[in-house]
């Protein structure tokens, strides 16, 4: 079995994040991850400690989504923090706003502390530190029909507000069209 790893640092779309909250219109950045993140098969979501809560953009992320959109997602929580003990009250928060949208995060919560970033040198991975025992804050694929459906609905992409997604890099045909090559949000048959 194979896992595909995306990336997604939400620290770049604190200035979506804000619009969004002021205007009611996510840009297309925002966009593009809200879609990743709602067709994942899971979640591993990793956010610093910062005087003693989430990163803003991290609360501010999760709050953009739709009731139950994540329904059933599974997500492990990894906190960056400045200590070794793992900051309960911090996860408690954490998983009731990731439980707000009907997520499933998983008991165990990975901790870095100060210690755990030494032994790690950011030249070993190209200037990208990765969290300790090997795991990165990332998004696994593929599309859950359900969650594309309910992203649909938050954003208003059923209008053709989401860019195109050519494919799938696993080479799955999209399960709502049936089509390597097609537009989130297109009502079924429309291809791009």
Known sequence: MRAEVEVLELHRL?????QYSAQGRA??????????????DGLVVATPVLAA??????DSFFAVLEDKVLSGMPVLLALDSGSRRQPSGLA?????????VHADPVPTVVVAGPADWQATALSDAGGCAPVPNGLHPAVL???PPQRRLACE????????????????SSGRAC???GSRSCRVGAPAGQQS
């Open 14 to 18: 604190a200035a979506d994040l804000a």
């Open 27 to 40: 840009g297309l950045d925002l966009r593009e991850t809200i879609a990743a993140v709602v067709t994942a």
């Open 53 to 58: 809560s989430p990163s803003e953009v991290f």
């Open 92 to 100: 408690r928060v954490m998983c009731r706003r990731l439980t707000g």
């Open 141 to 143: 694929n593929p599309t």
């Open 153 to 168: 609905r938050t954003l208003g992409v059923a209008r053709g507000q989401l860019p195109m997604i050519k494919g799938s």
């Open 175 to 177: 399960r709502r069209h």
